[in-house]
């Protein structure tokens, strides 16, 4: 469906429903944080890999013996059980991290799979990956909560340091600055390589998801009892805090930010996702998304089928939202009217999503093992990758390339 005509203009479907209708004011953009200390950024060195270990889809085998989709380029293989995470460096889009759970994680070439380096030493399964906003680092974190960091052009680990149970972690977008969530409900920030520690401390229980804004200064945390806060990252205090009826009812599981940082989208176990105005903290409307069918009662002894928003995000072209359901659900929702837009069904439940960087273009992956990709403007279907023989647990975009996907899954290789 292409937009109508005129400004705020919508097509709407027999399905959709108008959940409430409010004036977005979004403020404007905040100056990039003027008391981040400058960090001079060195140039990657190239070095030559330090060995090989990838295959072609020509060279893989199945192990049924029958044939399958595989739609991939190249196809790594290091790792020995799930790979857990996996992230692109944003400076060339020609490197990746992965990370798993047989307590390792590699850095590897993307052209044709070439391993880097190790990045030795977890005592755990590896949950965390990723690379500084200048690919200068790269951060590598376990369940354990050992993170460790390493310059890419040396292949050297620069930093590292012990936490409490990991449940996540993300580089500051614009500085050498790491930012973890654990299990004991504290956030960490720290300086690399200097290590120098801030903590913010949330309550009682595990903070579960976090975000840091685009203007540098600010970083929403979503914990285990449904409250949601947004943090000064210079002061370490808590600028807004969302709980009870404004909160989530059950835990957190992700959240994200417009392209400015003036609207945050926050996902839950309780089906919910919420929009919020990150200046006021006032909660902007609520995202209810109804069953497509009605679900028969689970008989004594069985567990009722659950439901749970697992990822969402925002478009940059276009005032629409993306949430993704464990149910399987994909929906489009348009901000200017807090309305549903579109109703894309999978048969297995949504992993994560990420929108192309320009354009009204979504992907999903999900627990059958397929990335596909959705036309945000008619809800159809553009596309379907295959190549996993088991569910795909992460995935990353590069944009770059105009959407070129790189993938990781249950079965060990990626």
Request: proline share 4%.
């Amino acid at each position: 469906m292409e937009p109508a005509d005129g400004p705020g203009a919508l097509d709407f479907h027999g399905d959709e429903e108008i959940i409430e209708v409010v004036e977005l004011g979004p403020p404007g953009p905040d100056d990039l944080a003027a008391e981040m200390e400058d960090v001079d950024f060195e140039d990657e060195g190239a070095e030559e890999p330090d060995g090989e270990a990838w295959e072609t889809e020509d060279d893989e085998g199945l192990e049924d013996g029958m044939e399958a989709q595989d739609d991939s380029e190249v196809t790594f293989s290091l790792h020995s059980a799930s790979v857990f995470c996996v992230s692109l460096d944003p400076k060339t889009n020609t490197l990746a991290v992965t990370g798993g759970e047989d307590d390792k994680a590699f850095v590897w070439r993307l052209s044709d799979g070439e391993l880097l380096f190790e990045c030795s030493g977890h005592k755990d399964s590896v949950t965390c990956a990723g690379f500084s906003h200048d690919s200068v680092f790269v951060a590598t974190g376990d369940m354990s909560g050992l993170i460790k960091v390493w310059r890419v052009d040396t292949k050297e680990e620069a930093w590292s340091f012990e936490v409490g149970d990991l449940e996540w972690m993300e580089w500051h977008p614009q500085a050498h600055v790491l930012l973890a969530g654990t299990a004991d409900g504290n956030s960490w920030m720290w300086k690399i390589p200097s290590g120098d520690c801030k903590t913010f401390q949330g309550p009682a229980c595990p903070a579960t998801c976090g975000k840091i804004l685009p203007d540098g200064k600010r970083a929403v945390v979503g914990y285990e009892d449904g409250t949601m806060r947004i943090w000064d990252l210079k002061q370490g205090t808590s600028l807004h805090v969302l709980k009870g009826q404004d909160g989530h009812q059950d835990p957190l599981t992700c959240v994200a930010s417009n392209q400015d940082g003036s609207l945050i989208l926050t996902g839950s176990v309780d089906c919910h996702a919420k929009l919020v105005n990150s200046a006021t903290g006032k909660v902007v409307c609520v995202f209810k998304m109804e069953s497509a069918a009605p679900k028969a009662p689970a008989s004594e002894g069985e567990e009722a089928e659950s439901n749970s928003v697992e990822s969402l995000g925002f478009c940059n072209v276009m005032p629409l939202a993306a949430v993704g359901y464990l149910d399987g659900t994909l929906a489009i929702y348009d901000l200017s009217t807090q309305s549903l837009r579109h109703k894309c069904q999978h048969e297995s439940g949504i992993v994560q999503l990420l929108w192309e960087e320009n354009s009204a273009v979504v992907y999903t992956c999900s627990l059958d093992g397929a990335v596909r990709l959705w036309d945000a403007r008619s809800g159809k279907m553009i596309s379907e990758y295959r190549g996993h023989s088991a569910e795909i647990l992460d995935f990353a975009v590069n944009n770059s390339k105009g959407g070129s996907l790189w993938l990781k899954s249950t079965c060990g290789a990626v």
